[in-house]
Nanobody, 123 residues
Framework: QVQLVESGGGLVQAGGSLRLSCTASGRPLRNYVMGWFRQAPGKEREFVAA????????NYADSVKGRFTISRDNANNTGYLQMDSLKAEDTAVYYC????????????????WGQGTQVTVSS
């Protein structure tokens, strides 16, 4: 099936920016809804953002709306999460995921997951 690999994580100061990438192989990314999730220490995994197959619809968690931007380049099988105005509470392992369902609900079944990339924001 489709394989996903995240990259772009690292250490950044509060107020700074990072752009995460998610590259797909094995199957075309255009076949899937793509989402981003994160898991901070001591917390459960939470929904961050998702985008539909043709980027006609997006959905963001309230905690990141206005600061993060999800996008995708299906021709290059790559999705992105642009993170601006980062806060210490954004520190987490970030995962990209793919779903075969329709729409971009936070509760969609995401069947395929990347390995995660660490984002650390210093305050």
């Amino acid at each position: 099936q489709v394989q996903l690999v995240e990259s772009g994580g690292g250490l950044v100061q509060a107020g700074g920016s990072l752009r995460l990438s998610c590259t797909a192989s094995g199957r075309p990314l255009r076949n899937y809804v793509m989402g981003w999730f994160r898991q901070a220490p001591g917390k459960e995994r939470e929904f961050v953002a998702a985008t539909s197959r043709r980027s006609l619809t997006t959905n963001y968690a309230d905690s990141v709306k206005g600061r993060f931007t999800i996008s995708r380049d299906n021709a290059n099988n790559t999705g992105y999460l642009q993170m601006d105005s980062l806060k210490a509470e954004d520190t987490a392992v970030y995962y990209c995921a793919a779903s075969q369902e329709n729409g971009v609900p936070a509760t969609a079944r995401y069947n395929y997951w990347g390995q995660g990339t660490q984002v650390t924001v210093s305050s």
